[in-house]
């Protein structure tokens, strides 16, 4: 499975941004997708995922109320609103895809796409 992230960009706070994941290859395989952010010098922290194959949705406390994650399985993207955009949701931004029905962790993710940087600007 291969997947792309895009969407980043600078957006001053109080903005709004949405991410796109294109996933390609052995989609069929995917459980549940999920987006990571990783700010500099920190952790790569949890944000949000999705059931591949439902409508369950997780959310970092960080986020929950200000994003929202969607899928379109027909056209294998998956999808991060992001509101109300403050400096602290500064990083990058991956895309990530688990075979797991587990909860979704980053240790549980099997795959990774490549980041895109979004910037909050106060």
């Known amino acids: 499975v291969q997947l792309q992230a895009s969407g980043g960009g600078l957006v001053q706070a109080g903005g709004s941004l949405r991410l796109s994941c294109a996933a390609s290859?052995?989609?069929?395989?995917?459980?549940?997708m999920a987006w990571f952010r990783q700010a500099p010098g920190k952790e790569r922290d949890f944000v949000a995922a999705?059931?591949?194959?439902?409508?369950?949705?997780y959310y970092g406390d960080s986020v929950k109320g200000r994003c929202t994650i969607s899928r379109d399985n027909a056209k294998n993207m998956v999808y991060l609103q992001m509101n109300s955009l403050k400096p602290e949701d500064t990083g990058v931004y991956y895309c990530?895809?688990?075979?797991?029905?587990?909860?979704?962790?980053?240790?549980?993710?099997?795959?990774w796409g490549k980041g895109t940087l979004v910037t909050v600007s106060s």
């Open positions: 990530a895809g688990s075979t797991s029905p587990g909860p979704p962790t980053a240790a549980g993710m099997d795959y």
């Open positions: 999705i059931r591949w194959g439902g409508s369950r949705t």
């Open positions: 290859g052995r989609t069929f395989s995917i459980s549940t």
